[in-house]
Nanobody, 115 residues
Framework: QVQLVESGGGLVQPGGSLRLSCAASGFISSINAMGWYRQAPGKQRELVATITSGGTTNYADSVKGRFTISRDNAKNTVLLQMNSLKPEDTAVYYC?????????WGQGTQVTVSS
């Protein structure tokens, strides 16, 4: 069974940085894309950033210019470098792995931006 393991969440002050990591394990023939989503309490889960196996990236307007997504296809790993963090970035961040037959979600990692 496919499992997504996330790490790197935590507490950071406004203006600070965090790096999230997500590694996909299990039998995966091919990953089409990976990405990060986030969900704040009482709100819908929203797209943060995605990256295809070919390297094409997409960002939410709210994070563009501050966050950078990258991947290592050989390791089935996706990273999210988050800079200039704002309190409104506070949320549970979820890793997403998209394969030909469907997709998988990570368990989520908490990111809290507060002074």
């Amino acid at each position: 069974q496919v499992q997504l393991v996330e790490s790197g969440g935590g507490l950071v002050q406004p203006g600070g940085s965090l790096r999230l990591s997500c590694a996909a394990s299990g039998f995966i023939s091919s990953i089409n894309a990976m990405g990060w989503y986030r969900q704040a309490p009482g709100k819908q889960r929203e797209l943060v950033a995605t990256i295809t196996s070919g390297g094409t990236t997409n960002y939410a307007d709210s994070v563009k210019g501050r966050f950078t997504i990258s991947r290592d296809n050989a390791k089935n790993t996706v990273l999210l470098q988050m800079n200039s963090l704002k309190p409104e970035d506070t949320a549970v961040y979820y890793c997403r792995c998209l394969v030909a037959r469907g997709g998988y979600w990570g368990q989520g990692t908490q990111v809290t931006v507060s002074s």
